[in-house]
């Protein structure tokens, strides 16, 4: 099955559609989801990335991150991809959007506009192989603590998007 992504202009404004590969080849600005997931001891979950994946295979991740299919809006395509990469189910709520654009070493491009969601889970999650080889619990300081130390373990995305959260959420840094 082609997966496309929604192509969108600075402000979020969808403006056509692409095929994910081709996106990601050619670095064309592409509507994105990042969900991050915490527990009531203020932990987030993190997923390592399968060993599979087209780009950054094996790094450790927010909870679960996607695109949304065409049609589907973000919230809704969060839900969804939570429970397909985590086994998740969750009240998510936005928290903030940004743009990024990454290079890897693959020739691929990230150019993503992407909608970031917050969702409180206290269970345990049944990892989808195919979209991730791991999971941890971590607190917010320790996370940021690591990843000042060995950022390359780290998405890039997933790195900015914890850097908008100390400066947004210093709460979350506490304790």
Known sequence: MTEYVILVDD???PV???EKMDAHLKGVLHRALSILVFNSNGELLLQ???FSKYHTPGLWSNTACSHPRLGEDSLEAATRRLQ???GVTVQLSKSFDFVYKAHFDNGLTEHEFDHVFFGTFDGVPVINL???HDFKWVKPAELMEDMRSVPELYTVWFRIIME???ERFPELFVG
């Open 11 to 13: 402000h979020d404004t």
């Open 16 to 18: 056509g559609q692409m």
């Open 48 to 50: 390592q990335r399968a």
């Open 84 to 86: 397909e990469e985590m």
């Open 130 to 132: 195919a979209e991730a």
């Open 164 to 166: 908008k959260i100390e």
